[in-house]
């Protein structure tokens, strides 16, 4: 069973930033796409930002220029540094590992911006 740790939530002011983490308990984390999904209060599970085994990276819209995914294989952990937050982005940050068929989910950090 692979476990997905996520640290780094908190509370900050808009226009603040915050650095998550989620470190993964896996061998072929160097392998496996990484993503960071959020979930508002009342609204659906959306696709935030993710990256590949060759370091690619996809980021929604909303986030673009603001947010960074990355990686550090040698620590099987992925990262997503968050700048210029807005209210908005206010939710519950979920890490996603997948590899081949395999899916895995952390169980969340809580990010709150406020204005």
């Known amino acids: 069973q692979v476990q997905l740790v996520e640290s780094g939530g908190g509370l900050v002011q808009a226009g603040g930033s915050l650095r998550l983490s989620c470190a993964a308990s896996?061998?072929?984390?160097?392998?496996?796409?990484m993503r960071w999904y959020r979930q508002a209060p009342e609204k659906e599970r959306e696709f935030v930002a993710q990256?590949?085994?060759?370091?690619?990276?996809y980021y929604t819209d909303s986030v673009k220029g603001r947010f960074t995914i990355s990686r550090d294989d040698a620590k099987n952990t992925v990262y997503l540094q968050m700048n210029s937050l807005k209210p908005e982005d206010t939710a519950i940050y979920y890490c996603?590992?997948?590899?081949?068929?395999?899916?895995?989910w952390g169980q969340g950090t809580q990010v709150t911006v406020s204005s």
């Open positions: 896996r061998r072929t984390f160097s392998t496996s796409v």
């Open positions: 996603n590992l997948v590899w081949g068929s395999d899916d895995y």
């Open positions: 990256i590949n085994w060759s370091g690619s990276t």
